[in-house]
């Protein structure tokens, strides 16, 4: 799909923070906090590995094994996952994301943001195959 889509320049993809509990938003604000270089990276494997840390004992502590292997240290980390303001700032990015384009479940994709009255989105595509006709679609319509 990137390959397709977005280095072909049809479409562009602006990733944005969606966490649905508490746990998810610790992880949206390590993931936040990681090194630019290293953000995209952490997020996959966050993605990848999330059956695991969402399921272990101590989340947290699992959230934490990861980000070191992102260059980040434990002490680091914790200041992250307690920082008011960038948690303030990723609750307001979500809420306005529920209320601009009633975004309500993971992972939901919004097109054409550009013309508000045309907004169109793809709640959980089953299959990167559907997400590439629904993009398809709308391109070909203008969208």
């Known amino acids: 799909m990137k ?3 977005v280095e072909t320049g049809r479409a562009r993809l602006i990733f944005r923070d969606f966490p649905i509990d508490g746990t998810a ?3 949206a604000m390590m993931a936040r906090c990681a090194p630019n270089d290293k953000y995209f990276d952490l997020i996959e494997v966050l993605f990848r590995n ?3 840390w969402t399921k272990s004992d101590n989340p947290t502590k699992a959230l934490a094994q990861y980000g070191n292997l992102a260059g980040m240290d434990d002490d680091f980390i914790a200041a ?3 920082n008011k303001e960038l948690e303030d700032a990723l609750v307001k990015r979500q809420l ?4 601009l384009y009633r975004i309500n479940s993971t992972p939901t994709f919004v097109f054409n943001t550009r013309k508000l009255e045309n907004v169109r ?10 997400f590439n006709d629904t993009v398809n679609r709308l391109l070909a319509a203008g969208n």
């Open 3 to 5: 390959r397709d889509l």
């Open 25 to 27: 938003l610790k992880a």
């Open 50 to 52: 999330q059956d695991k």
């Open 80 to 82: 992250c996952m307690t």
């Open 96 to 99: 306005d994301a529920r209320k």
């Open 121 to 130: 989105q793809l709640v959980g595509p089953e299959t990167a195959q559907e």
